[in-house]
């Protein structure tokens, strides 16, 4: 029961602290971010780099993703730059996967306490806002290793194990898993953290590792499905957009994972936790590579699916009128 306790305790650290660092590096350096979103995304090609870069900053795809619904529903950003912006966020949130591969639990003490200095005595805002960023690091990685210490313990719970196996073994079983977990955490990135940290125990195994993924790609499309409800049809498109992108990527490579041996090439790597790594940066801008010459397809896919939900929602909405 302890175990447990500890195991709920690092999980709830990790994802205060992820958000605590997002929610810091937003509003630090969010009016730059937006400005960069809305001018930055002239091209293609210039879209999907800045939806990179500033979701490797924020450390959030689902932030980023709202945003750009924000800003299509403003009028601010057209749905070709937003398609960009969606494709490229989806590469840039591997950064916190990286992050966690190299491990900088040694440091999170240090980022804990000059973090939590900072914001308590700094009376300026953005060295305030800079503190928030390192307390949110070092929380992240405390949680990180207090998951770690619980999951070496419960490697010797038979109920446990029985648990993980029956949730993560199988290539069906593993997307399903990988997609509720997102669905409930709404973050992608701390799903995949948590995932590195069960195979860093070797609860896991890698091949099942990869499906998990897979299904954490897919359960992230929900914030912005969520974020773009009773919004404008374009808003709705960049949703849509979303949703068309993760499922058609994650489909992709689930058939291409049938005949190339994944698994046993990211074996290579010694820890566990750089295989997950590795696998989600290749997996994310193999899926955007692939795309890309499918760009307009997805916009138009996207308008398609909102138009006919439109007169569906119309013709329930008749009917309910008639009763």
């Given amino acids: 029961m302890v175990h447990i306790l500890n195991l709920l305790c690092g999980i709830g650290l990790f994802l205060y602290g992820m958000t605590v660092m997002s929610e810091g590096t937003e509003k630090a350096f969010g009016d730059k ?3 960069i979103l809305s001018v930055m995304t002239k091209t293609k090609t210039k879209s999907i780099l800045t939806g ?4 490797g900053v924020v450390q959030s795809s689902s932030v980023v993703t709202v945003m750009t619904v924000g800003f299509v529903e403003a009028g601010l950003m057209n749905l070709t730059q937003a398609t960009g912006i969606v494709l490229g966020a989806n590469i840039g949130t591997t950064v916190t996967s990286l992050l966690i591969a190299f491990n900088f639990s040694s440091v999170a003490p240090l980022a804990i306490f000059v973090g939590g200095m900072m914001k308590l005595i700094c009376k300026k805002e953005k060295l305030s806002r800079i503190g928030e960023i390192l307390l949110g690091f070092g929380l992240l990685f405390l949680g990180l290793n207090t998951m770690g210490n619980a ?5 010797d719970n038979q109920a446990f194990l029985n648990f993980i196996v029956e949730s993560c073994d199988g290539k069906l079983r593993g997307i399903l898993t990988g997609i509720i977990m997102t669905a409930i955490i709404q973050s ?4 995949v953290g948590i995932l590195q940290s069960l195979c860093a125990q070797g609860l896991v195994s890698t091949e099942s590792a990869i499906y998990i993924v897979l299904g954490q790609n897919i359960g992230t499309v929900f914030t912005a499905m969520i974020s773009a409800t009773g919004k404008s049809k374009g808003a709705k498109q960049v949703g849509m957009i979303h949703l068309v992108f ?3 990527g994650s489909v992709i490579v689930a058939i291409l994972c049938e005949f190339i041996p994944v698994a046993g090439l990211l074996k290579n790597l010694e820890s566990p936790s750089i ?3 590795i696998f989600h940066i290749v997996f994310n801008v ?3 590579i692939m795309i890309i010459p499918f760009y307009d397809w997805m916009i138009d896919v996207s308008e398609k699916m909102v138009n006919f939900r439109i007169i569906r929602t119309g013709k329930t909405a008749k ?3 008639t009763l």
Avoid: E, Q
């Fill in 33 to 35: 971010l937006k400005r």
């Fill in 286 to 288: 193999i899926t955007v």
């Fill in 188 to 191: 992608s990135s701390a799903t």
């Fill in 275 to 277: 295989r997950v790594s």
């Fill in 151 to 155: 999951f070496s313990h419960l490697k």
């Fill in 319 to 321: 009917k309910k009128g």
């Fill in 52 to 55: 990179t870069a500033v979701t």
């Fill in 246 to 248: 993760n499922v058609v």
